[in-house]
């Protein structure tokens, strides 16, 4: 069956676009076009879009701000649907605050703040949205972000609409059961604990001159390439081998921070890839250690 555009964008209140460069779409600018690209408007936009591709048996990938991704050169087929603006309400009810999955984590946590809401300071400089953050349980200085979390609604990939509480999920280290279970996040409850909402700034404001310190915020990234092995640093294992600088194409290990890939203007998924394959070899000859990448694939490889 061919896929019906004219439908689509007849049915959804956001947007449909085709041939959609993926570089727009990713913090290390990276990336071919997909055929067809859909910002939903709302959870019913995302309902339809999922429903109709399912109908017509088109391929569906799903992305949220684009900072732990890999797209392929190539592109990627059928469609790509992006929970974006369209899915961005939050709403404070007491210690509770409900989030669209297309909220930006700095923004969850400048609303919990001036609510005096404190367990979500780590979040002010991570620049993806709460929907990827909780596929991929994301985290920083020692906190993440499932632990804050109450329930979830999501949607299956034929459009239904599932409920899941926190034990549901399966957080641990950089997971959950959402990629298993294939469900989107459409919206979350979290719970804050009641706090100063001028200590809670202070933190936040340490949390962002950390980062700014330690981290190569000035080039194209898609933050930490690699995950902790347990026990230790995949950034001091990188640096400990030599690794530091090294560079494939115009993709460098940046000397500021080794566990971040910088792109230096117009490097490639495949330049990327390359130096992946590098690293993780030098640091196996050194530490015995097969480093495995946290950043998530998409496209044709």
Same mark, same amino acid.
Not at 82 to 96: A, D, N, T, W, Y
Not at 101 to 106: D, E, H, S, T
Not at 107 to 125: D, K, P, T, W
Not at 207 to 223: D, S, V
């Given at each position: !069956?061919?896929?019906?555009?004219?439908? *689509?964008?007849?049915?959804?209140?956001?947007?449909?676009?085709?041939?959609?460069? !993926?570089?727009?779409?990713? @913090?290390?600018?990276?990336?071919?076009?997909?055929?067809?690209?859909?910002?939903?408007?709302?959870?019913?936009?995302?309902?339809?879009?999922? @429903? *109709?591709?399912?109908?017509?048996?088109? /391929?569906?990938?799903?992305?949220?701000?684009?900072?732990?991704?890999?797209?392929?050169?190539?592109?990627?087929?059928?469609?790509?649907?992006?929970?974006?603006?369209?899915?961005?309400?939050?709403?404070? #009810?007491?210690? #509770?605050?409900?989030?669209?999955?297309?909220? /930006?984590?700095?923004?969850?946590?400048?609303?919990?703040? #001036?609510? @005096?809401?404190? &367990?979500?300071?780590?979040?002010?400089?991570?620049? &993806?949205?709460?929907?990827?953050?909780?596929?991929?349980?994301?985290?920083?200085?020692?906190?993440?972000?499932?632990?804050?979390? #109450?329930?979830?609604?999501?949607?299956?990939?034929?459009?239904?609409?599932?409920?899941?509480?926190?034990? +549901?999920?399966?957080?641990?280290?950089?997971?959950?059961? *959402?990629?298993?279970?294939? *469900?989107?996040?459409?919206?979350?409850?979290?719970?804050?604990?009641?706090?100063?909402?001028?200590?809670?700034?202070?933190?936040?404001?340490?949390?962002?001159?950390?980062?700014?310190?330690?981290?190569?915020? +000035?080039? /194209?990234?898609?933050?930490?390439?690699?995950?902790?092995?347990?026990?230790?640093?995949?950034? %001091?294992?990188?640096?400990? @081998?030599?690794?530091? &600088? !090294?560079?494939?194409?115009?993709?460098?290990?940046? /000397?500021?921070?080794?566990?971040?890939?910088?792109?230096?203007?117009?490097?490639?998924?495949?330049?990327?890839?390359?130096?992946?394959? %590098?690293?993780?070899?030098?640091?196996?000859?050194?530490?015995?250690?097969?480093?495995?990448?946290?950043?998530?694939?998409?496209?044709?490889?």
């Amino acid at each position: !069956m061919s896929f019906p555009a004219q439908l *689509l964008s007849e049915i959804i209140k956001g947007e449909v676009r085709f041939n959609e460069p !993926m570089h727009k779409h990713t @913090s290390w600018h990276i990336g071919g076009t997909a055929d067809i690209f859909v910002l939903p408007g709302d959870i019913v936009d995302l309902r339809e879009a999922l @429903s *109709l591709a399912r109908r017509c048996e088109l /391929p569906v990938s799903i992305i949220g701000n684009g900072t732990n991704l890999l797209v392929s050169d190539l592109g990627v087929r059928g469609m790509v649907i992006k929970i974006g603006p369209g899915l961005s309400r939050i709403e404070v #009810r007491g210690e #509770r605050i409900q989030v669209g999955a297309g909220v /930006p984590l700095p923004r969850l946590a400048a609303v919990a703040m #001036r609510s @005096s809401l404190s &367990g979500f300071e780590f979040l002010a400089g991570i620049p &993806g949205t709460v929907g990827g953050a909780l596929v991929m349980n994301a985290g920083a200085n020692g906190c993440a972000v499932g632990e804050r979390v #109450r329930q979830v609604t999501a949607v299956d990939f034929e459009g239904k609409e599932v409920q899941l509480n926190n034990q +549901e999920l399966e957080f641990s280290y950089r997971c959950s059961c *959402l990629i298993r279970r294939k *469900l989107i996040v459409a919206e979350v409850e979290f719970e804050g604990i009641p706090g100063n909402a001028d200590a809670i700034k202070a933190k936040m404001d340490s949390y962002l001159e950390r980062r700014r310190k330690t981290q190569p915020l +000035e080039y /194209p990234n898609a933050g930490s390439v690699f995950k902790n092995p347990t026990g230790d640093s995949a950034g %001091k294992l990188i640096e400990q @081998s030599g690794c530091k &600088g !090294m560079r494939e194409g115009n993709i460098q290990v940046s /000397p500021c921070h080794a566990n971040f890939f910088v792109n230096l203007g117009g490097g490639t998924a495949q330049q990327v890839l390359a130096l992946v394959e %590098k690293v993780q070899q030098r640091v196996f000859e050194k530490f015995g250690c097969k480093l495995i990448m946290e950043v998530q694939k998409l496209g044709e490889f």
